[in-house]
């Protein structure tokens, strides 16, 4: 467990702790890389590599799709993004479990918090009713209080939006929890909600310099409830050389 710079708001007892899904609580590559490429084979454009397509995952399902026809050299715009997005929400939602996998230490961490009162939450730009549906499957919709996925009207992350719903929800503020995840995209929505962020370096983190901005980065989800256990041991004056931007105003 490697701190990292630099830091949010960190409670000094943290209540609630917030996860990504993709990359976080679930390994979604296979069964994404899956679908594209059936999506891919509509247009007649080859396959991608697990690797490739891991790389694609973040910011939603219609980015995969914009990035894996960049790819492929047959880019989407307009209507025909919209027309490739449909379709590839039409396919995933038949591959939504078949290959995913929990990740490492996700069932263990999320049982450990809650046996120690911590109330949970999952944020996640994938579509809602896919989010329910796996989380549903992986036998972890029971421990949660909130599960926010993408849906209109909501922006998402890294827009604070979906953080501040599920806290919310959940009837703790900002200052009383943490955000784990896998990508800067996940820190960035922390930070603008108010929160600490807690980085996984075994999900989907694209680059060092993302995780160099969580407050603190862990392996895999077993060092998870270590993780949140020492901000809320610690506090925010007495972790090392880590400086705290200032919470944005929210309206």
């Given at each position: 467990m490697t701190p990292a710079r630099p830091l949010g708001n960190v409670p000094e007892r943290p209540r609630a702790v917030l996860f990504d899904l993709d990359g976080t609580l679930i390994?979604?590559?296979p069964d994404l890389r899956a679908s594209i490429n059936i999506l891919l084979r509509q247009y007649e454009l080859g396959s991608l590599s697990l690797e490739r397509v891991r790389g694609m995952i973040g910011n939603g399902i219609k980015m995969l799709v914009e990035r894996a026809f960049d790819s492929c050299g047959h880019p989407l715009v307009g209507e025909e993004l919209d027309a490739g997005y449909a379709a590839m929400l039409d396919i995933y939602s038949g591959h939504l479990t078949t290959f995913t996998r929990p990740m490492p230490g996700a069932r263990a961490a999320i049982?450990?918090?809650h046996a120690k009162g911590f109330r949970m939450g999952v944020v996640t730009n994938k579509q809602q009713a896919a989010t329910e549906r796996i989380l549903d499957h992986f036998a972890l919709?029971?421990?949660l209080g909130a599960v926010i996925g993408g849906s209109p009207g909501m922006n998402p992350k890294?827009?604070?939006d979906m953080l501040l719903r599920a806290?919310?929800?959940l009837g703790v503020?900002?200052?009383?929890a943490v955000m784990v995840g896998d990508s800067g995209i996940d820190v960035e929505a922390a930070h603008n909600a108010g929160l600490p962020a807690v980085i996984v370096l075994n999900g989907y983190m694209r680059s060092?310099?993302?995780a160099a901005k969580a407050a603190v980065t862990i392996a895999s989800l077993e060092e998870c409830p270590a993780a949140v256990g020492a901000i809320w041991m610690f506090g925010r004056e007495r972790l090392p050389q880590l400086a705290r931007p200032q919470r944005p105003t929210r309206d």
């Open positions: 390994d979604s590559a049982r450990l918090l919709t029971p421990f890294p827009a604070p806290l919310d929800r503020e900002p200052g009383d060092s310099e993302e």
